[in-house]
């Protein structure tokens, strides 16, 4: 059964430092997704991204963050400049194009990437 | 803003129980709501809800939502030790991208 991927599984970091999480959807799916969950917290949307552009964003998504899609397959998170309270699990989804008189597609996510700020 | 809050925060039952979590929610343009499970990782997709009283079922878990009372519930019976989780719910809207998620309920299966 196909299913979203994501690398690293785990990434320790210096604050004031980059890091790139990267993730490949489902391979026929358009719509993409970024979450994370703090230790103990609600999962979190992020930002959502469809035809090479993001399409909604939340209020945690600040100028350090920015999404790309560098190629057919893979889709990024970069976090410019690290700050202790980035650290969480960061989650990719992805499901497929949203038919207009359909409801919501089903979001599939991936295992997730546990990002520690030091 | 939109909230989903789930009830109980924590169960903890006997092997071959019978267990109910509730989900109720309110959000603007209601669109879809989903539960997955979520073991160590990934939440995995369990069940979409967009119509009231229209029962959902995978083996021995089953949902129904309540689009007038603003709620959902996950039935799992005959529980095994492998139900043990956190059952997440989520909601989506019309007009936006985002799913919300509730806090979950961990559930804890004792053989």
């Known amino acids: 059964e196909p299913e979203v991927t994501q690398t690293p599984s785990h990434q320790v970091t210096q604050m004031g430092q980059e890091v790139i999480l990267r993730c490949v959807p489902i391979?026929?799916?358009?719509?993409f997704y970024w979450y994370r969950q703090i230790l103990g917290q609600k999962v979190e949307f992020l930002v959502s991204?469809?035809?090479?552009?993001?399409?909604?964003k939340s209020e945690i998504f600040d100028d350090q963050f920015s999404v790309e899609r560098p190629d057919g397959s893979n889709f990024t998170l970069k976090i410019r400049s690290t700050k202790l309270e980035d650290s969480a699990m960061y989650f990719c989804?992805?499901?497929?194009?949203?038919?207009?008189?359909?409801?919501?597609?089903?979001?599939?996510f991936g295992p997730g990437t546990r990002l520690l700020v030091l | 803003e939109d909230k989903v809050v789930q009830s109980p925060l924590s169960l903890v039952v006997h092997e071959g129980d019978t267990v109910t979590l509730n989900c109720s929610y309110e959000v603007t343009n209601f669109r879809s709501l989903l539960w997955y499970k979520q073991e160590k990782k990934a939440p995995t997709f369990l069940f979409m809800l967009t119509s009231s009283g229209i029962e959902k079922k995978s083996g021995r878990l089953s949902s129904i939502l309540d689009k007038k009372e603003l709620f959902s519930i996950l039935n799992i019976t005959a529980t095994q030790t492998g139900d043990s989780a956190v059952y997440l719910c989520?909601?989506?809207?019309?007009?936006?991208?985002?799913?919300?998620f509730g806090t979950g309920t961990r559930l804890t299966i004792i053989p």
């Open positions: 989520a909601v989506g809207a019309f007009g936006n991208e985002k799913l919300t």
């Open positions: 391979s026929n799916h358009l719509y």
């Open positions: 991204f469809y035809n090479n552009e993001i399409s909604e």
């Open positions: 989804a992805s499901n497929e194009e949203r038919r207009k008189t359909s409801a919501q597609e089903t979001q599939y």
